[in-house]
């Protein structure tokens, strides 16, 4: 479990920088309840890493051997402190799994969070994305420093996410981006992303009746018109933040 907690507090704040290929995964059901996911694969960081890393490091961590597990944050959240009671409701019940194999060249880090009532998804998304209150922090502290560390910004914390009467909204907060800016380094960035190669971001809604219209021209439509998909490069999605703002009418 000790390397298995150890790669979590490694990847976090990559995974939540968004510095991977993701696929955010918005469901909501007639009854306003749903599940949000996050699929990130993160093997391209991996494939960095064993260039920095030798054998013996990754073997030192117990990081050489393929694991699969599923990760409870209910075990983490109830003695987790400096989180409002409201996004700790809304995290609680979530898991994270994560699959390794970097002999095969596998890393793959899944989130899931159900939710009773869509008016949990703005603290859903406040919980996840606030650097203080974030995931890092539910897990304490990590070998590498204090727990809520920034580390990498987090391209998410730059949108205003609900969902009410018929509308999901996802527009920037053009506040919370300027502070996004300050602490993104673009250039180191664009370097990483140049060793990488491309990296998507994809948003995907579905909705329990057939949309109306979309406010984005990029989006795609699934052939039952419930589901909604945008997806844009993440380094210009870093520059131009409204690549990915939606509004959808449903």
Avoid at 48 to 68: E, R, T, V, W, Y
Avoid at 84 to 98: T, Y
Wanted: glycine share 6%.
């Amino acid at each position: 479990m000790r390397s298995i907690r150890t790669w979590l507090f490694l990847l976090l704040p990559l995974a939540l920088a968004s510095c991977a290929e993701t696929k955010e995964e918005l469901v909501i059901k007639k009854d306003g309840s749903g599940t949000l996911e996050l699929k990130m694969d993160l093997a391209k960081m991996v494939d960095m890493m064993k260039n920095f890393a030798s054998d013996s490091d990754i073997q030192k961590q117990g990081l050489d051997k393929p694991f699969d597990t599923t990760m409870l944050l209910k075990s983490f959240i109830d003695t987790a402190s400096g989180i409002a009671s409201a996004k700790k409701a809304a995290l609680r019940d979530g898991s994270i799994h994560l699959t390794l194999n970097i002999k095969e060249h596998i890393d793959k880090m899944d989130m899931a969070f159900p939710f009773k009532s869509t008016d949990q998804i703005p603290d859903l998304y406040q919980g996840l994305n606030t650097s203080a209150s974030g995931l890092k922090e539910l897990m304490g502290k990590s070998d590498g420093g204090q727990a809520g560390d920034k580390g990498l910004p987090q391209l998410s914390t730059v949108y205003d996410i609900t969902v009410k009467n018929g509308i999901y909204s996802r527009k920037v907060n053009k506040e919370r981006y300027e502070t996004f800016k300050q602490g993104m380094n673009l250039e180191q960035l664009k370097q990483m992303g140049s060793v990488m190669g491309s990296i998507s971001y994809t948003v995907s809604v579905s909705l329990p009746q057939p949309v109306k219209k979309t406010s984005n021209v990029k989006t795609v439509l699934s052939d039952d018109k419930k589901t909604v998909t945008l997806s844009a490069d993440l380094l210009e999605a870093f520059e131009h933040p409204e690549l990915l703002e939606l509004e959808i009418e449903y």
